[in-house]
C-alpha cells in the first residue's frame, strides 16, 4: 500500500506565486518593523509605496535601489522561495537590513534550514495563515503552517524559535 504524506494543492499553477499576505498581519508586522519595502509585489497588491514586483525583480537589484531601507518585508514566490531567502540572507548583511519573511513552515526542507541557519529568529505561527487569492478573495483554508523568518541586518545573534499566536497578533490591529 503506498501512502502518500505530501500536502498536495489544488491552486493552478499559475495562480500558486499570487497570494497575497492578510492586511491584519502585515499591518501588525509593520507596527513592529515599520516597512520601507515591499520585496515581492505588483501594483495591485503591494503595501508599500517601494516594491520590488515580477518585472522589477528584488532578485536582480540592490534592496537600496529606493534609498535608506532599513527594514523589509516578502511574502516570496512559492516557487522561487529558495532563490530568495538565499537573496535576502546575503542583502540582510550587506545592507544590514532587517528583512521579514513570511513563508510555509517547511521543516523538512533545505531552503528552510539553510534559512534558519542565517537568520536571528524564526517565529512559528499557532493556526494557519488565510492568504488573499489574486482575486482579492480570502482563499477559505490552507494546508500548510507558516512562520516568519527574520534577518536582523548585522545582528551576530543566533537564531531563535518563538511561538506566535496568530489570533492575538492580527487582533492587536483592531
Not at 104 to 109: F, P, Q
Amino acid at each position: 500500500m503506498d501512502i502518500d504524506f505530501v500536502n498536495k494543492t489544488y491552486t493552478p499553477a499559475d495562480e500558486k506565486d499570487l497570494w497575497q499576505t492578510p492586511q491584519g498581519l502585515y499591518d501588525a508586522l509593520d507596527k513592529e518593523f515599520n516597512f520601507q519595502l515591499d520585496c515581492c509585489a505588483d501594483s495591485s497588491n503591494t503595501f508599500h509605496r517601494n516594491y520590488f514586483s515580477e518585472s522589477f525583480s528584488f532578485l536582480d537589484n540592490p534592496p537600496n535601489h529606493f534609498g535608506e531601507i532599513r527594514a523589509a518585508f516578502i511574502n516570496p514566490p512559492y516557487s522561487k522561495t529558495s532563490l530568495f531567502l538565499d537573496k535576502v540572507a546575503s542583502d540582510a548583511i550587506d545592507y544590514n537590513i532587517t528583512f521579514v519573511a513570511i513563508v510555509n513552515a517547511n521543516t523538512d526542507t533545505k531552503w528552510f534550514a539553510d534559512a534558519v541557519k542565517s537568520a536571528n529568529e524564526v517565529r512559528l505561527f499557532t493556526g494557519r495563515i488565510g492568504f488573499v487569492k489574486p482575486d482579492g478573495k480570502k482563499a477559505s483554508g490552507n494546508p500548510k503552517g507558516q512562520c516568519l523568518i527574520i534577518w536582523r541586518g548585522n545582528c551576530k545573534t543566533p537564531c531563535q524559535i518563538t511561538m506566535v499566536d496568530r489570533n492575538e497578533l492580527i487582533k492587536d490591529q483592531s
